[in-house]
C-alpha cells in the first residue's frame, strides 16, 4: 500500500500562486504516472494534471493549461503543483494521485490511479 500526503493548500487573492506537495511514501520511481485532480463542492472531481513515470511527459486539463505545472521530483518521493493566476474557479479540495508502475503514460482517467491522498483546499476569493 502507497500513502499519499498532500500539502500547501490555503486561501489566497485571484491572480495569487500556490504550489501544493505530494509526498509518497514509496520511491516515487516505483511508481507509474502521477496526477492531481480538484473536487469542487457539488461537482465531480475532475482531472487537472498528470506526469508520466519517467517525468518527460505531461498533461494538462484545457483549464489550467499555461497556469498550472505539474512536476515531479523521484529522488524525493514527490510531485509537485505550481499553479499560478489563480481564479475563483480553482476553489476547490486538490488530490494527489499515483498509478502503479504498469501506468506508464499520463491518463486523465480516475479509475486509472490506485493511490490517492486526503486532499488539501484550495480557496481562491476574488
Known amino acids: 500500500q502507497v500513502q499519499l500526503v498532500e500539502s500547501g493548500g490555503g486561501s489566497v487573492q485571484a491572480g495569487d500562486s500556490l504550489k501544493l506537495s505530494c509526498v509518497a511514501s514509496?520511491?516515487?520511481?516505483?511508481?507509474?504516472?502521477m496526477g492531481w485532480f480538484r473536487q469542487a463542492p457539488g461537482k465531480e472531481r475532475e482531472f487537472v494534471a498528470s506526469?508520466?513515470?519517467?517525468?518527460?511527459?505531461?498533461t494538462y486539463a484545457d483549464s489550467v493549461k499555461g497556469r498550472f505545472t505539474i512536476s515531479r521530483r523521484n529522488t524525493w518521493n514527490t510531485v509537485y503543483l505550481q499553479m499560478n493566476s489563480l481564479k475563483p474557479e480553482d476553489t476547490a479540495v486538490y488530490y494527489c494521485?499515483?498509478?502503479?508502475?504498469?501506468?506508464?503514460?499520463?491518463?486523465?482517467?480516475?479509475?486509472?490511479?490506485?493511490?490517492w491522498g486526503q486532499g488539501t483546499q484550495v480557496t481562491v476569493s476574488s
Open positions: 514509496r520511491r516515487t520511481y516505483s511508481l507509474g504516472a
Open positions: 506526469i508520466d513515470r519517467s517525468t518527460i511527459s505531461t
Open positions: 494521485a499515483a498509478g502503479r508502475g504498469e501506468l506508464e503514460e499520463t491518463s486523465e482517467n480516475t479509475l486509472d490511479y490506485d493511490y
